[in-house]
């Protein structure tokens, strides 16, 4: 018996054309429906897409059938020529398996049904098939990649996203969740929605109507702490199977739901507890992966465990398929932005621990590694598009929650290469950055972190975390518009100044129309040549050198950035956010600059000599991250 395993999406889940090549490739779509596709006359559809083609190579490791041969079921208003492709990524090519010639079947509705097995023995990442119209354009549905495998266990998966004043987004997510999933007789009774609302603002009738949907109303604890409260009800209702942790400002597609939960129930022994690491796409560049596995660094710094990738380019989605970690790697993790793992973990391994916003997916991956060797499932078509890290600068979170978080969280579950010297240096190296930019209110915000790190676990027995996020966003720098900064240009070329903010020795200038004209382009081309031949410096603490008070550079805010060249005789600089429209105007200071890289290093001291409080977070774990402390957690946050 045939059982569909993947379904090619034709319809995006963005309203943008411009992702349209991530699911289907044609040069003439006269629609795009529901239910349908229709492609002119003479014309083709390419399914060897992100989202189009069947991932023949995971699907025979995840399930350990070896000789699983995938059968491709489409249904056309008109005959259609179809032609089975695949892509291998050491030949780095799409390659032609067959044509199928085979006369296909009439449906009771005058639908031509083509039902097509690959051939055997094909050892090749991805596998699809192009449609060729001949003088009559068609239809196609009912599109599916099939295959006769048994089916190992039924999978039930609670969905748990927890929100906290995002009603438009979160509402958005859950009317797509219970049209496609929970009021669909063939998804509805495998999944359930649980939405944790630590702003108490979503109305009751978001679950009206159905069962399926949970809305708990809950104090605002952050992101550990709504997951936390997720979990919680996933083990204490008794129904899933497996939980899928997912933030609640994503766009996500159905499809990647229904492929997460086919091959949970069709995965071997050796995958069956094995966690679905969802990619991160950006909102800002619909095609680019930015991460779905994460690895620890030695430093305790993170990074993608892939580099990234364009995903409406064939190398790339087969490069995406190719690149799978070795078993039981150590040091990665699974963020949960979408994040599916059996419930029985969470019985084993108790809750989060109450780090309010980031890094909790880190640790609980780190203390289940403990354990056990983590293994992950990633997939072409099972992610989430959410807003790119470079793009949402917040220093109160990627400054004092990072710094204070990777402290806590290496403590809570310390890492076997952990090492408090190499720790204190990556914060050093980046309080140093922070001086370099004179952005002195993150080079505060770190010492607060660790000030606050040394607190101790007690400290964190109760709902603290709001009030602390309040006061490192007060600390934060302010940004302004434009226009009430004395000094600053009317305007701002956002490709400019992220074309040379790094390197270039020069002040970017407000808009002018000439910019877009040759002249303009030519400056461009220039400024690339010189940064592609000029050596790279290394990056050392600032030294005092003279410099122009008046002389003022534009760069911009975010923490990321490196414009040591140009600031290195300025004193004023003009940080701008990434829409061009809003700043802050920061002014050297390099008093204030000792002064804070003194106040650090006595801090450092503190955490080089001072084991105490290492032992007493790693004593506590147990009691803070158990189902008798959250609950006292959440009740008290209510209050």
């Known amino acids: 018996m045939l059982v569909d395993l993947s379904r090619p999406v034709w319809k995006p889940s963005l309203a943008s054309c411009a992702i349209l090549p991530l699911f289907v ?27 189009g083609a069947f991932s023949l190579k995971k699907w025979r490791l995840y399930t350990g059938v070896d000789d699983l041969t995938p059968v491709l079921v489409l249904e056309s208003s008109s005959p259609v020529h179809i032609t089975l492709t695949e892509m291998i990524y050491r030949r780095l090519e799409k390659r032609v398996i067959c044509e199928v010639d085979d006369e296909p079947l009439r449906t009771q509705n005058g639908w031509y049904r083509y039902v097509v097995s690959y051939p055997e023995g094909l050892d090749a990442q991805l596998v699809s098939f192009t449609v060729t119209t001949g003088d009559a354009s068609a239809a196609l549905r009912n599109i599916s990649y099939c295959a006769d495998v048994p089916k190992r266990r039924d999978i039930r998966i609670e969905i748990a996203t927890t929100t906290y004043l995002k009603e438009q987004q979160v509402t958005k997510n859950i009317d797509m969740i219970r049209k496609e999933l929970l009021e669909k007789e063939e998804w ?42 997720g979990m919680i009800h996933a083990v204490e209702s008794g129904w899933a199977t497996h939980i899928l942790l997912m933030d609640d400002d994503v766009t996500v597609c159905p499809e990647s739901f229904k492929r997460s939960l086919r091959l949970l129930e069709y995965a071997s022994d050796e995958y069956a507890t094995a966690t679905i690491a ?29 580099p990234r990738l364009i995903m409406d380019r ?12 070795a078993s039981g790697t150590e040091g990665l993790y699974s963020a949960w932005w979408y994040s599916c793992f059996p419930v029985q973990r969470i019985k084993e391994n108790g809750l989060p621990i109450p780090l309010f916003y980031r890094r909790d997916d880190v640790e609980y991956a780190t203390r289940i590694q403990e354990k056990e060797p983590l ?4 997939l072409n ?37 952990y090492s408090m010297p190499a720790m204190i240096q990556l914060m050093r190296d980046n309080l140093i950055k922070h001086g370099r930019r004179f952005d002195y209110a993150s080079m505060e915000l770190t010492c607060d972190a660790i000030e606050d790190y040394l607190k101790g676990p007690d400290y964190y027995r109760h709902p603290v975390g709001e009030e602390l996020f309040k006061q490192a966003r ?33 002040v970017p200038e407000a808009v002018k129309p000439a910019d877009t004209e040759n002249g303009g382009i030519i400056r461009r081309i220039v400024r690339r040549i010189k940064r592609s031949v000029r050596p790279q410096k290394m990056e050392t603490a600032p030294k005092q050198e003279s410099f122009d008070h008046n002389k ?13 060249r140009i600031m290195q005789h300025a004193g004023k600089a003009l940080a701008v956010d990434t829409t061009g429209q809003h700043a802050v105007m920061r002014v050297r200071d390099d008093q204030r600059n000792e002064e804070l890289r003194n106040r650090f290093e006595r801090l450092a001291k503190q955490l080089s000599e001072d084991t105490t409080v290492r032992q007493a977070y790693r004593d506590s774990r147990g009691g803070m991250t158990s189902f008798e402390f959250w609950h006292g957690y959440l009740e008290e946050a209510k209050r």
């Open 381 to 417: 078509g099972v992610c989430v598009w959410h807003d790119a890290f470079d793009l949402r600068w917040n220093a109160a979170v990627e400054v004092y929650l990072a710094t204070r978080n990777m402290l806590i969280q290496e403590a809570f579950t310390p890492d076997a290469g």
């Open 25 to 51: 490739k044609s040069p003439s779509y006269s629609g795009v429906g529901e239910d349908s596709l229709t492609i002119g006359s003479h014309s083709y559809a390419d399914f060897m897409t992100y989202f």
């Open 474 to 506: 007060s600390k934060a720098e302010k940004l302004q518009p434009l226009a009430q900064i004395p000094g600053a240009p009317d305007a701002i070329d956002i490709f400019e100044l992220e074309q040379t903010a790094n390197d270039e020795n020069i």
């Open 314 to 325: 064939e190398y790339d989605i087969t490069f995406n398929e190719e690149l799978i970690p």
């Open 552 to 564: 003022m550079v534009i760069i911009p805010n975010d923490g990321w950035c490196r414009p040591w």
């Open 278 to 306: 969802g990619a991160m796409l950006s909102t800002a560049n619909f095609e680019m992966q930015q991460e779905d596995i994460g690895v620890i660094r030695p430093e305790r710094s993170l990074r993608p465990f892939k």
């Open 375 to 378: 293994k992950f499932i990633t």
């Open 188 to 229: 509805g009774n495998h999944f359930h929605l649980t939405v944790v609302d630590n702003g108490r603002t979503l109305p009751d009738s978001v679950c009206s109507g159905t069962s399926a949907i949970t809305l708990i109303p809950n104090g605002n604890v952050g992101g550990a702490g709504g997951f936390a409260a």
